[in-house]
């Protein structure tokens, strides 16, 4: 048995440690045997060039394509019958299943429709979509021409998607006509026109899918009905062949906030992609082809990228597509339901969704309406895993609870618990050990190692495994300043957090302003520029305050100009409204304070740090560098009575 790609049955000892070992030795020797899992057109000619891009590139010389090895492949394994996509919907009341051959002609349909419209390899599609099938069908039929796909969260507002479209400048552009939230049909249309009219780059076409819960109006000339498109394809039975790519080239553009209003265009390849993830599926998650997984995210995600299209399907796995949230769709027995009923042996979420959970259901009573028993364990990730919600989900499931680290950035986790390599044993608000490929430590700002449980900044050691971002969109020095010059020959992951002496990692904060809101990752900084443009705000702060189920909210303080004389609660009201607009519902940003000052150092830095002590009522030291210390008990003051509203 190969020690790459292997996965023994989780009992006995782990074979993690052997494994990991053998991928630092060797790791060009341990990622070849990995990637003998992914069919090629040509194979490597060097696993790893250090010399090539910002930090090295893996697989190069390899030509592939992503699309042939999660679709064709199957189909030609016979996997044709087997469902690829179970779309869920409790939003809709739709389901529907899509078998790995459906699933090809759609692809090959839509594919040949994009060809059409002239989109070739490297061009650029950007898809705002709400979670139906189509949207992982578009990703898909992007993949089949070597398009670039870039996906924006359907939860962000038409500002975000304009600064996108500016950066990608995509060919084309799908959408829907509305997403679909619990009481409340959001049009999608009128976002997508403001969209592209503020945007100086304007895309040849649209493709428009009409759901039946809210249609809209199609320009004429640019926007074209995606399923009058599709049935044409389909009846003159149109598809277009996968077009072979060199592994380095771009599979996608996933933006993800920084920290500034400038969005970071992570770039994720072809052929280290398909490797890590198809690696990842059965040594980390311990799930076998054929098996049906859930991931509970949104493709506009990276989660929802990897895990609930990308990875499950070049495994051969069927993937739950789900449209609905953890409570009031209908109820807080959702997750349960949707598992039993499609047989998933896993699930993989935010943690915030089972705080939402155990919130209505503390005793956890609505699973006593479900057979559980293919269920085999819960993932948790994109925030802190508390300890007390990884306790109330063990003891209500009974099954494994595993919390993993990663970011948009990495593509992959990070550390993690690795079930397929045999479980580790798990510690409570910890991620587990390094995942192979992954040399991470905990340094102090001269990038000296700190001592075991000591606190300091987490990065890791280059070159980054395979799936790692290569760089920023057409931005490479950015992705030098951002990530690798703080720490030289280091990927900083601006996370930080501790090491204990088993080597379990324990990740306790992010070092910039990013901030984590139901799993949702926000940038402060963003939110501050946005405060600022109101024309009655002279300056501000913005911060992210604790809260029992979203982890993290924002929370605004603003100081008014001179001279301003309207009710502070009118102001306050409109740049709530401000954010809402200019970003989109997603920032959840619904509390902003009006002080008189803020505190700042001498030097004129505003202690963000402080304030959001102050606000989770945490225990502070006054800042030795402090402007004027009274400024901190007005905050206080300031706080007092003002809670979030969630
Ligand atoms: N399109 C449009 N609006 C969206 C949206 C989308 N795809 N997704 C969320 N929104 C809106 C919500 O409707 C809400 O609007 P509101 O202010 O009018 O109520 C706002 O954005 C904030 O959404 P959210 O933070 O998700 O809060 P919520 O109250 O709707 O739901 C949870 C709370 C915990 C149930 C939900 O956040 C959840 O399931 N989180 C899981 C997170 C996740 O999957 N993360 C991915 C990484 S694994
Ligand atoms: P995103 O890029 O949206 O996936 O967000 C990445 C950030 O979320 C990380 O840098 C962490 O700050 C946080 N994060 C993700 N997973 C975890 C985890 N398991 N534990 C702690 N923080 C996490």
Known sequence: MSIASASEPHTGKSRYHEVYERAQRDPAGFWAEAAADIDWYEPATKVFDPAMGVYGRWFVGAVCNTCFNAVDRQVARGRGAQSAIIYDSPVTGAKRAISYAELLAEVGALAAILRDFGVRKGDRVILYMPMVPEAVIAMLACARIGAIH???????????????????????????????????????????????????????????????????????????????????????????????????????????????????????????????????????????????????????????????????????????????????????????????????????????????????????????????????????????????????????????????????????????????????????????????????????????EMAPNQMGSIVVRLPLPPACLPTLWQHDERMRESYLTGFPGYYKTADAGFKDEDGYLYIMGRTDDIINVAGHRLSTGGMEEVLASHPDVAECAVIGVKDELKGETPCGFIVLKAGVNRPPAEIEQEVVALVRQKIGPVAAFRLAITVARLPKTRSGKILRGTMKKIADSEPWTMPATIDDPAILEEIGGALRGRRVPT
């Open 150 to 448: 870039s996906v924006v969260f359907g939860g962000f507002a038409a500002n975000e998607l304009a600064t996108r479209i500016d950066d990608a400048k995509p060919k084309v552009i799908m959408s829907a006509s509305c997403g679909v939230e619990p009481g409340r049909v959001v049009s999608y249309k009128p976002l997508l026109d403001q969209a592209i009219e503020r945007a100086t780059a304007k895309p040849d076409a649209c493709l428009i899918l009409q759901r039946p819960q809210a249609g809209t109006d199609l320009v004429a000339g640019r926007d074209h009905d995606w399923s009058s498109l599709r049935n044409a394809a389909v009846s003159a039975g149109k598809t277009a062949d996968c077009v072979p790519v060199s592994a380095l080239d771009p599979l996608y553009i996933l933006y993800t906030s920084g920290t500034t209003a400038d969005p970071k265009g992570i770039v994720r390849d072809n052929g280290g992609h398909m490797v890590a993830l198809k690696w990842s599926m059965q040594n980390l998650y311990g799930v076998n082809p054929g098996e049906v997984w859930w991931s509970a995210s949104d493709v506009g995600w990276v989660v929802g990228h990897s895990y609930i299209v990308y990875a499950p399907l070049l495994h051969g796995c069927t993937s739950i597509l789900y449209e609905g949230k953890p409570v009031g769709t209908p109820d807080a027995g959702a997750f349960w339901r949707v598992i039993a009923e499609h047989g998933a042996v896993a699930l993989f979420t935010a943690p915030t969704a089972f705080r939402a959970i155990k919130k209505e259901d503390p005793q956890a009573r609505h699973l006593a309406r479900y057979d559980l028993a293919k269920f085999r364990a819960l993932f948790l990730a994109g925030e802190r895993a508390d300890p007390d919600t990884v306790k109330w989900a063990e003891d209500s499931l009974k099954v494994p609870v595993i919390d993993h680290w990663w970011q948009t950035e990495t593509g992959w986790a990070i550390a993690g618990n690795p079930l397929g390599l045999g479980q580790l044993p798990v510690k409570r608000g910890s991620p587990t050990v390094a995942m192979p490929g992954y040399d991470v430590r905990v340094v102090d700002e001269a990038c000296r």
